[in-house]
């Protein structure tokens, strides 16, 4: 009986470890040695001033899953970005592959960040805001090197280095009308500012320093 328990056992070890690897060539991404969580100060361009300490931003593969495209996303508290970037080079040395702001993807907050007065009364009215800040980005410099840095709780993780210019300018909102079924009454038509587009305005624009290393999960670096 024991030995058949035994068999029974491995047996189904095997079967497990199969489903994992093959369910890990399924989810395999292109952009691993890019992706994954890290802990970041944001510096100054010249790295003389540290202006936000140990926040978390996310590097991960688009839906396309494509080889050195990726989002990067700061989850609001540092910008806010999360953005679509598309690099040259690899990950021990890249860089957008255009910077020019024609070009370059909006940030993404853009397509659901209101206006939050004056409120819209009607659909299709549209409305300008002078000076919207971080409308796209661009990695000028970047590098993720393996085993490069130190934990405060002394493990050894890849180090981050990118440095971020970020686009701002005049943008434009454009109104639309509430689905009945997210009004306050839905007998009373309501709307909102949705953005539009925006047109660069090259004297806001910005350029910092993100530095930092690979989250390491353990518990000592936390």
Request: aromatic share 12%.
């Amino acid at each position: 009986m024991k030995k058949i328990g035994l068999n029974i056992l491995t047996a189904l070890l095997i079967f497990s470890f199969s489903s994992c690897q093959e369910d890990l060539e399924i989810w395999d991404s292109e952009t691993l040695e890019y992706s994954g969580r890290f802990i970041v100060d944001l510096l100054s361009e010249d790295m003389n001033d540290v202006y936000v300490r140990g926040e978390e931003i996310m590097i991960y593969n688009t839906s396309d899953n494509i080889e050195n495209e990726v989002w990067i996303d700061d989850h609001g508290n540092i910008f806010p970005l999360k953005s679509k970037f598309i690099f040259s080079g690899n990950s021990s040395s890249f860089k957008s592959n255009v910077d020019d702001f024609a070009q370059l993807t909006y940030n993404n907050i853009m397509s659901t960040e209101d206006v939050p007065s004056p409120a819209p009364t009607a659909a299709g009215q549209t409305t300008t805001v002078d000076e919207q800040w971080y409308v796209k980005a661009a990695i000028l410099e970047g590098k993720i090197l393996p085993k490069a840095a130190t934990t405060v709780g002394g493990n050894e993780v890849d180090s981050l280095y990118m440095k971020v210019k970020l686009y701002s300018g005049v943008a434009t909102f454009k109104s639309y009308e509430i689905p009945e079924s997210m009004r306050q009454d839905p007998e009373k038509a309501e709307f909102k500012w949705k953005f539009e587009s925006a047109t660069h305005d090259a004297t806001l624009d910005e350029t910092y320093v993100l530095s930092g290393h690979r989250y390491s999960g353990m518990p000592e670096d936390r």
